[in-house]
């Protein structure tokens, strides 16, 4: 909806785009392509059939990783997991009542990862992951802001120092990336606070608009850089890099293949 100054007289130009902009107009077209997102639930359920053998599963990753991983073993960890998936032997570690009753004294996650809410990609899933494991947050393309998100985002390896390692996963056929590119180019505004969803990729899609190619997939990519290099600028993350290791790095997932190409 285009909000109209008082006593001011509605130009040609501006009754076209308050048609193009009417609410029904606009909210059916975000909600069409926004079909796809779902915030998602709880994920740390997923493995608790087999207890026993989740049990065993974790002991052996702890024999692995003894103390808490750095930044490189840590994207190693997330690496193999996501290799396990995308192959179909997901082993769930983490995930069993004894992990759980462990955990609930302590945690010392060993990652951050900034996510798309995308129903598709939760990261503990497609990392192989289980609980006490990371710190995630999710936002319609992974967007930021410089207040509540970006807080939660410090929040992790300021208050943990064993979460040393800093992921940011964009997706393929990214929903929130299609209805930003539709909104942009319509010159519209998305119903409710959506929009502030779409003004956060903004700079994403004018990095992308020039690049030859599939305009919502370099979209995609140049949104996770984008967040990877202002996360880098934050001054307490910026800091946390000098004196803790922090490494932050940037991912790109594939729906079908399940795979998580590092591409920052
Ligand atoms: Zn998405």
Request: net charge positive; glycine share 10%.
């Amino acid at each position: 909806m285009v909000a109209e100054m008082p006593g001011r007289m509605a130009a040609p130009a501006d009754v076209a785009r308050r048609e193009r902009c009417a609410p029904g107009a606009g909210t059916a077209m975000t909600r069409r392509k926004l079909a796809g997102i779902a915030v998602t639930a709880a994920l740390a359920a997923a493995g608790l059939t087999d207890a026993g053998a989740a049990q065993a599963l974790a002991a052996s990753d702890e024999q692995a990783y003894q103390g808490t991983p750095g930044p490189r073993e840590a994207l190693q960890l997330l690496m193999e997991g996501n290799r396990r998936w995308s192959r179909g032997r997901a082993r769930h570690p983490h995930q069993s009542v004894q992990w759980r009753w462990h955990v609930a004294g302590h945690q010392d996650p060993f990652a951050t990862v900034i996510s798309c809410i995308d129903s598709r990609v939760p990261p503990e899933i497609v990392f192989d992951r289980g609980i006490g494991d990371m710190f995630t947050i999710r936002t319609g393309a992974q967007a930021l802001d410089e207040s509540v998100v970006l807080g939660s985002i410090e929040f992790g390896p300021f208050n943990y120092s064993s979460a040393r390692l800093m992921l940011v996963l964009g997706h393929q056929k990214c929903g929130a990336i299609a209805a930003a590119i539709e909104v942009i180019e319509s010159g519209c505004r998305a119903p409710g606070h959506i929009q502030a969803v779409v003004d956060a990729l903004r700079p994403a899609y004018y990095v992308a608009k020039p690049q030859p190619g599939d305009l919502a997939d370099n979209m995609t990519r140049a949104q996770t850089r984008l967040t990877v290099h202002r996360l880098k600028q934050a001054p307490l993350l910026r800091k946390l890099m000098t004196t803790n290791g922090l490494t932050i790095v940037g991912g790109h997932y594939y729906l079908r293949s399940g795979l998580v190409e590092i591409i920052a």
